[in-house]
């Protein structure tokens, strides 16, 4: 059976402990342990716990002992001041956290196993030389063996490992699961409400009450928001929300004093404390617990704010911050409160493990609608809706939206350039695809975006999952059948490990700088930017012979032209560069461009045939066709005394060259050219020459 490593990264960030038995350790142990050691303590020194019982320290190699001892006086790793594993394990198990310990006596395990009495989750485990930890596979004594003999049935067999203790006894049923606290309404509470006035302004230095009349002194204005402000109090980690004047209702006092009969005790979710009346008793806000952070729809979902308030963070990071979000969501959908309408502006980010979900006045509690109406988090079906109660499955919807948000840094599923989101939303034009790309129309161009290398890094499941939300007619598209927040915590967590196992430096970048690249892909090196693509982001038209990714061909060129009309000088992209390369080379009668694109939609009315025309094709006030048969001067030829005309484009090429009007005929001209003279071949003379000014050539 292949033996499962421990992965240190997912044990630090869910905040589990590392336990280490020192009976038997020698100084190679010590060595292996430091390397494991490194990059843990720099992280979180409170995850590694070395007791150093005296009943052990005789199995220690003294130095080993010594060595630890003294970095332990450092604080280069927990203290405790347990005096035995029951302690210990005790200490560490609270919070539903798991102890993995490393242990290489098998009497160390045992007693360990015997003092385990809070029934803590327990890993035994393996210390490699590479400094790897590996669930064990060692063996126990006889006297230890048999876990089923073992009171309590404290082990049992799970992923095939029977080193793994649990805390509840698999014989004792399943408790029913908690009531929800609160009860998704379908009617709205919007009945009888009036607006709350009162005598006293409420401004920085006034005095509020609670409901036991405790004073507050409002000190300083933190936040504004939707039809409040946030201030601080004189009450160190205290501050109050309270409603405009003209904001301030029956409403928001109802809603509140329902939210404070079942409080939510969920770290980071900012839950009223009490209400806030003023000295003519009238409601005029709560008091919350303060919080900080910074706005994740600025911070985050925006490229400029990640890079000035999180410029180090990996998608790892994002991973980490999303599931942060979604075990908030869980904790309030349990209890039967939905956010109602998502306004990211009202999640703070402290870092990807600290979030704080403010405004929590404005979720839906019951029948208390959400007043917030944010478009790009509604599902289809409430679009048209100015006030509605969200159901769990809409909520559902939204909190897809959220976590595309994130993993595709503040890209919405539906917009798109100017489009209208509401009808894009409505007609699911979502515009990824598992495969990268539409394989149902492998020629259609893929366009160049940092959209579409991200999309590419995502994992399959999580492309798939998106996918069967936002298209229309796909598995999860429609109403009652999208996925909970719950089950997108389980598909972000699993492509968190898949990035976090990923040798692909681009794999855990934010922001790649092309497709991922699976095994069996063929990629290409674009000739313009050095970087390698898949073939379906090259232009099919132009890959063999210039090979040109899609995010080039819109970039400028060294290929320019000067119009000869307004003078100025454009420069082509490397697409219409290349049209012209091709052109050339292809056609022997292609002319290079000569009148810009401004130039050519100027039109001018030709005065021979009344047509609109490019201004610049008017000479002589005719355009080109009128100017071929127009006549501009009758003449009779010196030579044989005929008469011949001189149309517009013949005058046109004459004073183009500076050729003097000719005085004879075409005919004249042809038989004098065909009889040898080695005069000019061109029909005319330069104006002012010898011959033509005494003899009229």
């Known amino acids: 059976m292949e033996r499962k490593e421990v992965d240190i990264q997912i044990l630090i960030e869910k905040g589990d402990f590392i336990v280490v038995s020192l009976a038997d350790f020698d100084v190679i142990d010590y060595q292996n342990l430091a390397v494991m050691l490194r990059p843990i303590i720099t992280v979180r020194k409170d995850a590694v716990y070395i007791p150093m019982f005296k009943n052990e320290q005789r199995l220690c190699a003294d130095n080993v002992w010594a060595a630890l001892s003294s970095l332990k006086q450092k604080g280069l790793f927990a203290n405790t001041n347990a005096m035995n594993y029951a302690e210990l394990l005790s200490e560490l198990g609270k919070d539903r956290k798991t102890v993995y ?417 699976k095994e069996g892909d063929t990629f290409y090196r674009c000739s313009k930017c050095g970087k390698e693509h898949p073939k379906f982001f090259f232009d099919p038209e132009y890959f063999h012979d210039y090979q040109v990714c899609n995010a080039c061909m819109d970039m400028p060129s060294d290929k320019s032209y000067t119009c000869v009309d307004c003078g100025r000088t454009f420069i082509y992209k490397n697409r219409t560069a290349l049209f012209h390369q091709r052109m050339r080379a292809t056609n022997d009668d292609w002319k290079n461009q000569r009148h810009c694109p401004e130039c050519k939609a100027k039109k001018a009315k030709c005065s021979g045939c009344g047509k609109m025309v490019p201004y610049y094709e008017i000479n002589d006030g005719l355009c080109k066709d009128c100017r071929e048969n127009t006549v501009f001067e009758r003449r009779t030829c010196k030579e044989c005394g005929r008469s011949f005309s001189i149309t517009y484009a013949e005058k046109k090429y004459f004073d183009s060259k500076g050729f003097s009007y000719p005085r004879k005929c075409e005919i004249c001209r042809k038989n004098k050219n065909s009889g040898g003279n080695s005069g000019s071949s061109k029909s005319g003379t330069k104006r002012g020459g010898f011959f033509g000014g005494i003899f009229g050539f």
């Open 101 to 517: 310990i490393i242990s290489k006596n098998s009497q160390v395990r045992e007693k360990i196993i015997r003092e385990n009495t809070a029934r803590v989750r327990t890993v035994f485990c393996d210390l490699e030389a590479d400094g790897r930890l590996y669930w064990s596979q060692g063996v126990f004594t006889q006297r230890g063996a048999a876990p089923s003999s073992l009171k309590g049935g404290q082990y049992t067999s799970r992923n095939s490992n029977p080193h793994i203790q649990k805390r509840d006894n698999p014989a004792k049923a399943v408790s029913a699961p908690k009531q929800r606290d609160y009860i998704i309404a379908t009617t709205p509470t919007i009945q009888g409400i009036r607006k709350l006035t009162s005598t006293v302004r409420v401004y920085e230095g006034s005095i509020l009450y609670d409901s036991v009349k405790n004073t507050y002194r409002l000190v300083k204005k933190e936040f504004r928001n939707n039809g409040a402000y946030t201030y601080s109090t004189n009450q160190p980690g205290i501050w109050a929300k309270i409603y405009d004047e003209n904001y301030n209702s029956s409403f928001f006092e109802d809603k509140i004093r329902r939210m404070l009969k079942n409080p939510v005790n969920v770290e980071g979710i900012i839950w009223p404390k009490d209400i806030l009346t003023d000295s003519d008793g009238v409601f005029r806000g709560f008091l919350i617990n303060s919080f900080s952070g910074q706005p994740l729809q600025t911070s985050v979902l925006k490229r400029d704010g990640q890079m000035q308030y999180f410029p180090y963070w990996t998608k790892t990071d994002i991973c980490t911050l999303t599931l942060t979000i979604l075990q908030k969501i869980k904790e309030l959908h349990k209890r039967g409160i939905l956010l109602g309408c998502i306004n990211p502006a009202a999640i703070r980010v402290v870092d990807q493990n600290t979030v704080f979900f403010c405004d929590t006045d404005d979720y839906q509690i019951e029948g208390y609608p959400t007043l917030s109406n944010n478009i790009s988090f509604a599902a289809p079906e409430n679009l048209d809706k100015r006030l509605y109660l969200a159901s769990l499955d809409s909520e559902n919807f939204s909190v897809a939206e959220l976590v595309f948000m994130l993993m595709m840094t503040g890209k919405t599923p539906y917009l798109s350039g100017n489009s209208n989101i509401i009808g894009t939303i409505k007609r699911m034009r979502f515009p990824f695809f598992v495969n990268d790309y539409d394989e149902r129309n492998p020629s259609l161009r893929v366009m160049p975006s940092m959209w579409r290398y991200m999309w590419s890094h995502l994992s399959f499941g999580m492309k798939k999952a998106f996918c069967s939300t936002f298209q229309r007619n796909m598995p999860f598209n429609a109403q009652g059948k999208r996925l909970s927040a719950f089950k997108w915590y389980d598909i972000v967590e699993q492509y968190r490990n898949e990035v976090m196992h990923s040798s692909s430096s681009e794999d855990n970048a934010l922001y790649p700088a092309t497709f991922k690249k």
